[in-house]
């Protein structure tokens, strides 16, 4: 990418893919026209293959190699089993069309973080809605405290993350979905380059704590009751203690979604561009990133006609997702491919 990125930036690479949801799933589902509880739950396991120097895993799967070789040499890859579960409940008041929310924030369930949103969403009068929820880390991400430690175990820290999220969809009636979210990242024990001969300095440089804005429009084409097509932009600026770790960028994404009866399907695709702001002080060059998303997922409601709940819709998924981040140092080089199977319950 040749803009600063922090939508993929290197820590973060899994955050599109581990889940695989599209842009399309961050919508404002509507508000239920009945007062109660309601909300999905999502649980399965798959194969991960991982590429990748900075992220280390979290308390379900680790994801790389502790030992590394060299600091100038591209990642070696892993691949895991993973499991995987995600969940949203909410509780409507329909007098008001208002509706509070607690669950799983989907833009980072890729990034191996169990991040949750509580949020309260309200419908207008003119059917619109919006949403402003607080975000915080579940289950943190591991990362290294230093990763570029050579030829010792490199020992992971947690990576903590909390923020706010605005969202407004069906803007005055169109079909425009606005996004803003704000994060504040903190690295519990930031190391980055002590084991290197690089001056106090030179290692503030690489420090990657932060905050990270992210600002998306999207717009929904209803071609007909089964067919919807979204494009959608983003503009991203992570701003890290350390300039070299610091960028900003854009990502362009295109989601079609078909809704069939007994399967529907998701077809997702990402490109991403990124610029940091410093010279890297370990390589001598300021770092871009080109990034890449492809993803399908199908749903199948009802296999066999079973319904093992009467008053929630189940559905059984499988999904393929391949993720690249490809930097002009080899060292930052991210690939992800995971395929996964599972269970899906509405209510």
Same mark, same amino acid.
């Given at each position: 990418?040749?803009?600063?990125?922090? $939508?993929?930036?290197?820590?973060?690479?899994?955050?599109?893919?581990?889940?695989?949801?599209?842009?399309?799933?961050?919508?404002?589902?509507?508000?239920?026209?009945?007062?109660?509880?309601?909300?999905?739950?999502?649980?399965?396991?798959?194969?991960?293959?991982?590429?990748?120097?900075?992220?280390?895993?979290?308390?379900?799967?680790?994801?790389?190699?502790?030992?590394?070789?060299?600091?100038?040499?591209?990642?070696? !890859?892993?691949?895991?089993?993973?499991?995987? $579960?995600?969940?949203?409940?909410? @509780?409507?008041? *329909?007098?008001?069309?208002?509706?509070?929310?607690?669950?799983?924030?989907?833009? &980072?369930? *890729?990034?191996?973080?169990?991040?949750?949103?509580?949020?309260?969403?309200?419908?207008?009068?003119?059917?619109?809605?919006?949403?402003?929820?607080?975000?915080?880390?579940?289950?943190?991400?591991?990362?290294?405290?230093?990763? =570029?430690?050579?030829?010792?175990?490199?020992?992971?820290?947690?990576?903590?993350? *909390?923020?706010?999220?605005? *969202?407004?969809?069906?803007?005055?009636?169109?079909?425009?979905? /606005?996004?803003?979210?704000?994060?504040?990242?903190?690295?519990?024990?930031?190391?980055?380059?002590?084991?290197?001969?690089?001056?106090?300095?030179?290692?503030?440089?690489?420090?990657?704590?932060?905050?990270?804005?992210?600002?998306?429009?999207?717009?929904?084409?209803?071609? !007909?009751k089964r067919h919807i097509l979204e494009p959608g932009v983003s503009y991203l600026d992570?701003?890290?203690?350390?300039?070299?770790m610091s960028n900003d960028g854009y990502e362009f994404q295109l989601t079609y979604l078909? $809704?069939?009866?007994?399967?529907?399907?998701?077809?997702?695709?990402?490109?991403?561009q990124a610029d940091y702001d410093k010279e890297n002080p370990i390589y001598g060059q300021?770092?871009?990133?080109?990034?890449?998303?492809?993803? /399908?997922?199908?749903? @199948?409601?009802?296999?066999?006609?079973?319904?093992?709940?009467?008053?929630?819709?189940?559905?059984?998924?499988?999904?393929?997702?391949? =993720?690249?981040?490809?930097?002009?140092?080899?060292? =930052? &080089?991210?690939?992800?491919?995971?395929?996964?199977?599972?269970?899906?319950?509405?209510?």
């Amino acid at each position: 990418m040749t803009k600063k990125t922090k $939508f993929l930036s290197l820590p973060f690479c899994l955050a599109l893919i581990l889940l695989l949801t599209p842009l399309s799933a961050l919508a404002l589902n509507p508000i239920p026209k009945d007062s109660g509880f309601s909300g999905f739950v999502k649980l399965g396991g798959g194969v991960l293959h991982y590429k990748g120097n900075m992220v280390a895993g979290n308390d379900f799967v680790d994801v790389s190699n502790d030992t590394i070789a060299s600091v100038t040499a591209s990642p070696d !890859d892993e691949t895991k089993g993973s499991p995987f $579960f995600d969940g949203e409940i909410g @509780y409507t008041f *329909a007098s008001t069309r208002t509706q509070i929310i607690l669950g799983s924030h989907l833009d &980072d369930i *890729a990034r191996l973080e169990n991040a949750q949103q509580l949020a309260v969403k309200q419908e207008l009068p003119d059917k619109s809605l919006i949403s402003l929820g607080v975000l915080f880390t579940g289950v943190p991400t591991e990362v290294w405290k230093d990763p =570029y430690l050579t030829n010792t175990p490199r020992q992971s820290t947690d990576r903590d993350s *909390a923020g706010l999220k605005f *969202a407004f969809d069906d803007i005055l009636g169109t079909n425009f979905e /606005f996004i803003y979210s704000y994060r504040h990242i903190e690295i519990d024990d930031e190391q980055s380059g002590n084991s290197l001969a690089l001056s106090s300095a030179q290692k503030d440089l690489l420090k990657r704590d932060g905050d990270n804005n992210k600002i998306s429009l999207l717009y929904r084409f209803n071609i !007909d009751k089964r067919h919807i097509l979204e494009p959608g932009v983003s503009y991203l600026d992570q701003d890290r203690d350390g300039d070299a770790m610091s960028n900003d960028g854009y990502e362009f994404q295109l989601t079609y979604l078909y $809704f069939g009866n007994p399967i529907s399907f998701v077809a997702t695709g990402m490109v991403g561009q990124a610029d940091y702001d410093k010279e890297n002080p370990i390589y001598g060059q300021t770092m871009d990133v080109d990034s890449y998303l492809l993803g /399908f997922q199908v749903f @199948y409601k009802e296999p066999f006609g079973w319904k093992p709940f009467d008053k929630a819709k189940f559905s059984v998924y499988c999904g393929l997702a391949y =993720y690249n981040e490809d930097a002009n140092i080899n060292f =930052y &080089d991210t690939r992800v491919i995971k395929a996964d199977l599972g269970v899906f319950f509405k209510f």
